[in-house]
């Protein structure tokens, strides 16, 4: 190869490379290549004097060897965005090996190895040239100031600096209409072409033509593409559907940017009101902490200049409200650390108890429109929510709206068992004015009627009705893949109806019935009611690269948390607790398997007298690494618990009761925890949305699963929320209907394995 190019005249230098094992490892990942797909393992360099050498020098190899198609890039005419040149082709050895072979000049070589920087010690030939390729240098260095100037969150920009620059993605290049070139990375957008132009370019963006032809924002720019942005000084600036439309962090950041600097007077306004909100919920007393040496440790600790940037912050979601009230609690306890003594309590107990005897408190409970008792309100609209439609004789609660009243809901209301924590404050406790709602009011109710689906099934309902002379208001019919039919029926009622249960004879419906005859519902009914006081709240994070659910419960008077599953990432599950000022109380383990236990050690370093909870059974597959599958992932994982529970052992769970659920089958010792008072169900690996835990792991069983599934789980309260090890929420009713596990015939299982 020396030979020939040295007989073609050319000045050149030929020496090798071995790719870096980080090199090989990150195009394995982000081009989802094998180690056998990789041809420039090893390469050959060929460093020249001019760029015209480069392209004479290729011309030999390509007649030397034969080279690979599709495997040639030309980043000398069109540079990678940290201005590495160089001519890269693939070529086919003697022996029928393929190695990559890499041309490049003196001058970009030492780009290439020693980074930008490295240009600016040395002087080009031509002065003219020089000054070109200078300026080109400084340009990208100004960009990069730009980002840092567009940027008030220094984080923000350290992210966008070390992961976003895409300078090791697949490149697009595209044209604009003067002929410049724009790198720009694969699945870009006009919107990212936009924006690499100039912000002002992209605010003012109000369309864009590809090739001459009109395109849509989402259209993915292809190279060799000639893109002419459409801009209007009428536009009102980006839409924040664009986000999720770049591709590029840089345009990314510069959408957000505008709109922080255009919502920023709202962002504030909304922040104080989040801040005043938590210390509200918290019972913090937010002017005692508006002091201003407290101010400026927040400022300091999260880099702003001054407060409204930090409500700003909170405002549009950068900062979370408890980050900012923790900071400022924590320099108070610094300054004013005192101890109160008996004498203290003493008086302000006794000053309390004086206070009571002269203004006794006697709140007349006056009565409401529709029957409806409300403590502490007088004279206050009242309306009956459509989402649970209660009836006298329900357990309800009072929830009050903004400018309509107060909205009266069943207890056991989906959506006041999911709602937010900071919307319970707004909860007011309620009850029905028996003596005049049974016979003067009409209430409007429904009923959700599962059939096998027939023809003439709405006839024989609708005759039902009609012989109880019963009035439908509205009716809606589904069918989904099994032949079930849903009928789902309003009417009005007057008073408190009893209805006796209806049997149907369909066999199918009497085998339902036989596998929920032991469902504990109706007993369930008061313990699932929504309290007023309920304490608790929980916060889900996703760990690990088996992207585990750990579930984070928290009771917020006392800022005590249990952990469920900390599958990974300790770390990361102690500052989720310390910027909510949580103290971890306790780790509840679903099973032993590594993925949900990673985290465990590191939590017992924290805290060496941690309370650990697991089934008894499961004790030695924490242990085994071979059990809990540690040892296939090269891990030496044994653990132990101190707490040991059993088969419906109730738990003391930060002052709430727990209920511990074996469900054998993912492993011997799976158990669920469930939450009667909060309507919810910590899973782990045992019931997914719309699937089930494997089964193919050490202990593991397929029937006991489905046996512990359909006898356990499925007659808990179809509305319990399933929180589970690695997918989405579900319900226990969403399961039952659709989960494909719960139509498998289980007589069938259990003969043909008593046949085996």
């Not at 300091?300 to 950068?318: I, N, T």
């Not at 007993?523 to 889900?540: H, I, Y």
């Not at 789980?713 to 494909?740: A, D, M, Q, Y």
């Amino acid at each position: 190869m020396k030979g020939h190019i040295d007989r073609a005249g050319i000045k050149a230098e030929i020496d090798g490379r071995v790719k870096h094992m980080f090199s090989i490892y990150k195009k394995m990942v982000n081009q989802h290549k094998t180690i056998d797909q990789i041809y420039d393992l090893f390469a050959v360099r060929i460093k020249v004097d001019t760029v015209k050498d480069c392209y004479a020098a290729l011309g030999i190899i390509h007649e030397m060897y034969k080279p690979i198609p599709g495997r040639f890039k030309d980043y000398i005419a069109m540079p990678k965005p940290n201005m590495y040149q160089s001519l890269h082709t693939t070529l086919i050895g003697p022996e029928g090996h393929p190695f990559e072979i890499q041309i490049r000049t003196f001058e970009m070589h030492r780009v290439a190895e020693y980074g930008i920087a490295a240009h600016w010690k040395y002087k080009e030939n031509n002065n003219t040239k020089g000054l070109n390729k200078e300026e080109e240098k400084l340009s990208w260095l100004r960009e990069v100031l730009e980002w840092q100037r567009d940027m008030d969150d220094n984080k923000e920009f350290l992210s966008l600096l070390k992961t976003n620059l895409d300078l090791f993605a697949e490149q697009v290049y595209c044209f604009t209409p003067n002929g410049d070139v724009k790198n720009l990375a694969n699945g870009s957008t006009p919107i990212d072409f936009a924006y690499s132009i100039h912000s002002a370019v992209g605010n003012k963006m109000v369309g864009a033509r590809v090739n001459g032809r009109q395109v849509p924002f989402d259209y993915h720019l292809q190279n060799g593409d000639r893109v002419e942005i459409i801009t209007s000084q009428n536009s009102k600036g980006p839409s924040r559907d664009w986000l999720g439309i770049v591709k590029s962090a840089q345009a990314r950041s510069k959408i957000n940017q505008w709109f922080k600097r255009q919502f920023k007077e709202e962002n504030i306004v909304r922040g104080k009101e989040l801040l005043e909100k938590y210390c509200k919920s918290k019972s913090i007393r937010l002017p005692e902490l508006m002091k201003p040496e407290y101010i400026k440790k927040v400022e300091l600790k999260y880099g702003f200049k001054d407060w409204d940037s930090v409500c700003a912050a909170v405002g549009h979601g950068g900062l979370k409200e408890g980050q900012v009230i923790n900071k400022m609690q924590e320099e108070d306890r610094k300054i004013q650390k005192q101890k109160i003594t008996d004498e203290q309590i003493l008086q302000k107990t006794t000053e309390a108890a004086q206070a009571a005897a002269a203004n006794p408190e006697k709140k007349k409970e006056e009565k409401s429109k529709g029957g409806i008792v409300v403590r502490g309100a007088n004279d206050v609209a009242v309306r009956f929510s459509k989402c649970c439609n209660p009836v006298p004789g329900d357990e309800i609660v009072g929830f009050i709206t903004r400018g309509r009243g107060i909205s009266i809901h069943r207890t056991d209301c989906v959506n006041l068992l999911n709602m937010p924590e900071s919307d319970r404050a707004r909860l007011i406790e309620a009850e029905w004015q028996v003596s005049e709602a049974d016979t003067t009011q009409t209430y409007t109710t429904e009923i959700n009627i599962y059939a096998n689906n027939r023809k003439g099934l709405l006839a024989e309902v609708s005759k039902i009705f009609l012989e109880l002379d019963i009035d439908i208001i509205t009716i809606n019919v589904s069918n989904n893949k099994k032949g079930r039919a849903t009928l789902s029926m309003s009417f009005d009622i007057t008073g408190v109806v009893a209805v006796e249960p209806y049997y149907c004879e369909d066999q199918e419906c009497r085998r339902r019935d036989r596998h929920r005859k032991n469902s504990r519902i109706g007993e369930n009914m008061s313990e699932t009611t929504l309290r007023l006081d309920r304490p608790l709240k929980m916060v889900t994070i996703c760990l690990g690269q088996m992207q585990t659910n750990c579930y984070i419960v928290e009771n917020t008077k006392t800022n005590q948390a249990f952990v469920f599953d900390p599958g990974d990432q300790g770390e990361r599950i102690m500052n989720t607790l310390e910027e909510d000022g949580m103290e971890l109380a306790g780790v509840c383990l679903t099973h032993g398997h590594f993925d949900h236990v990673m985290a465990l050690p590191y939590l017992m370093e924290q805290k060496p007298d941690l309370d650990i909870y697991l089934y008894e059974d499961e004790a030695d597959v924490l242990a085994d690494p071979q059990l809990n599958l540690g040892a296939m992932m090269g891990m030496d994982l044994s653990l132990k618990a101190n707490h040991l529970v059993k088969d419906g052992e109730i738990i003391d769970v930060l002052g709430t009761k727990v209920k511990c659920i074996h469900v054998p089958g993912h492993t011997k010792g799976g158990v669920c925890y469930y939450f009667a008072d909060y309507g919810w169900l910590i899973s782990g690996d045992t019931l997914f949305q719309m699937s089930i835990g494997r089964t193919d792991f050490p202990t593991g069983n397929l029937n006991d699963l489905l046996t512990a599934i359909r006898e356990k789980l499925f007659v808990l309260p179809p509305w319990t929320k399933v929180l589970s090890g690695h997918t989405p929420p579900t319900t226990i009713e969403e399961e039952s209907r659709c989960n494909p596990f719960s139509a498998i015939d289980y007589d069938w299982i259990n003969s043909e394995q008593d046949h085996l």
